[in-house]
């Protein structure tokens, strides 16, 4: 079965830092393009970062640029967020998505985890 | 980047059809045959429903399907059914390299 499973989440304080991870099974996960998609509580969905599936190539929302990093390790099949300098408007649902451009898909994603909760507050 | 626009609710009766818009810019919808939409029902993860304006992956009812005119993408369910009623979410391709969601519409099947 085809699964993503995020973790990592949980309460930080404003200024603090968190690091989620996603586990990918059931497909080469070396082959597929990678984001990160969060969803306010109550709120629609906001596309957060993209990596490439080599990892050469990282793309960044302007809301998270120079405090959030994308990382992936193909070895263990896992997906990462350096998450630094977190603000209150950064309190969220995370879902790691799958990107299916390489492979059916184009620019769209065509599998998602569950999500993990991230608040930040004092 | 701005995020793109949606209705923020839409309603029918079962059995109708309904068709929600998403509108954009010439940099994303207007630019690129990239326009994807997502179900979301509360407290679950998005479905992927259309892409590349009006493909359908495998699993997915006909009843739903896609279009697009200019800087504006839509998306239609007919036929519809009480299992519709969720969250609606569109999403292009932009020249920036990144990827930008509509704010939603809100589905009720009366």
């Known amino acids: 079965e085809v699964q993503l499973v995020e973790s990592g989440g949980g309460l930080v304080q404003p200024g603090g830092s968190l690091r989620l991870s996603c586990a990918a099974s059931?497909?080469?996960?070396?082959?597929?393009?990678m984001n990160w998609v969060r969803q306010a509580p109550g709120k629609g969905l906001e596309w957060v970062s993209y990596?490439?599936?080599?990892?050469?190539?990282?793309y960044y929302a302007d809301s998270v640029k120079g405090r959030f990093t994308i990382s992936r390790d193909n070895a263990k099949n896992s997906l990462y967020l350096q998450m630094n300098s977190l603000r209150a408007e950064d309190t969220a649902v995370y879902y790691c998505?799958?990107?299916?451009?390489?492979?059916?898909?184009?620019?769209?994603?065509?599998?998602w985890g569950q999500g993990t909760m991230v608040t930040v507050s004092s | 980047q701005s995020a793109l626009t949606q209705p923020a609710s839409v309603s029918g009766s079962p059995g109708q059809s309904i068709t929600i818009s998403c509108t954009g810019t010439s940099s994303d919808v207007g630019g690129y045959n990239y326009v994807s939409w997502y179900q979301q029902h509360p407290g679950k993860a998005p479905k992927l429903m259309i892409y590349e304006v009006s493909n359908r992956p495998s699993g997915v009812s006909n009843r739903f399907s896609g279009s697009k005119s200019g800087n504006t993408a839509s998306l239609t369910i007919s036929g519809l059914q009480a299992e519709d009623e969720a969250d609606y979410y569109c999403?292009?391709?932009?020249?920036?390299?990144?990827?930008?969601f509509g704010g939603g519409t809100k589905l009720t099947v009366l």
């Open positions: 059931g497909f080469t996960f070396s082959s597929y393009e």
């Open positions: 999403s292009s391709y932009t020249s920036s390299s990144r990827k930008v």
């Open positions: 998505a799958r990107d299916g451009t390489s492979h059916y898909y184009p620019w769209a994603f065509d599998i």
């Open positions: 990596i490439s599936s080599s990892g050469s190539t990282i």
